[in-house]
T-cell receptor
Framework: GENVEQHPSTLSVQEGDSAVIKCTYSDSASNYFPWYKQELGKGPQLIIDIRSNVGEKKDQRIAVTLNKTAKHFSLHITETQPEDSAVYFCAASIGGAQKLVFGQGTRLTINP | GAGVSQSPSNKVTEKGKDVELRCDPISGHTALYWYRQSLGQGLEFLIYFQGNSAPDKSGLPSDRFSAERTGGSVSTLTIQRTQQEDSAVYLC????????????FGDGTRLSIL
């Protein structure tokens, strides 16, 4: 079945530096790729998403890139701030359907 | 505006008991999803409802798990004869109908089986 691999599992960066999280997926029919931020004790919060008809999308300090040929997509956070510390999950739609398969998560720590 | 609401936020029960978890989706959202998140893990799809269509139950791990959605709004996830491996956070999400619509999550129910 569909599988999403996410790397790294933990990431520590200095405040102000950039952070990059990468995901690969297996189902070539996947066409929707959201990213979620999860804080302790809370549900995942959608921060950005991309559809397969575009290669890049940006929203202020957050950007996502998609390479459909290689079946990978990445989250880029620039000018990191302490409040960016959280667990981040990538996801991919299953065979173009509405349900999502998630990566295992990346624990991002921003050091002041 | 009101987001996805789940209750209870925490549930502790003894092995073998049945539990019911509730989800109130965002008003106007026709699609509703249940996921399970084990400690330190990603989210695992369980089931989803889309309007009046038959639900996609392909992610339910055993026949002890069932879910219903009454009146196209509130949903209940039921786990019968709970086992310790059922301990997890159960998350509900809702979205507008159709493919590739953003899913918005509640804060989940943390279920602990003693």
């Amino acid at each position: 079945g569909e599988n999403v691999e996410q790397h790294p599992s933990t990431l520590s960066v200095q405040e102000g530096d950039s952070a990059v999280i990468k995901c690969t997926y297996s189902d070539s029919a996947s066409n929707y790729f959201p990213w979620y931020k999860q804080e302790l004790g809370k549900g995942p919060q959608l921060i950005i998403d991309i559809r397969s008809n575009v290669g890049e999308k940006k929203d202020q300090r957050i950007a996502v890139t998609l390479n459909k040929t290689a079946k990978h997509f990445s989250l880029h956070i620039t000018e990191t701030q302490p409040e960016d510390s959280a667990v981040y999950f990538c996801a991919a739609s299953i065979g173009g359907a509405q349900k999502l398969v998630f990566g295992q998560g990346t624990r991002l720590t921003i050091n002041p | 505006g009101a987001g996805v609401s789940q209750s209870p936020s925490n549930k502790v029960t003894e092995k073998g008991k049945d539990v019911e978890l509730r989800c109130d989706p965002i008003s106007g959202h026709t699609a509703l999803y249940w996921y399970r998140q084990s400690l330190g893990q990603g989210l695992e799809f369980l089931i989803y409802f889309q309007g009046n269509s038959a639900p996609d139950k392909s992610g339910l791990p055993s026949d002890r798990f069932s879910a219903e959605r009454t009146g196209g709004s509130v949903s209940t996830l039921t786990i019968q004869r709970t086992q310790q491996e059922d301990s997890a956070v159960y998350l509900c999400a809702s979205s507008l109908g159709g493919r590739n619509q953003p899913q918005h999550f509640g804060d989940g129910t943390r279920l602990s089986i003693l």
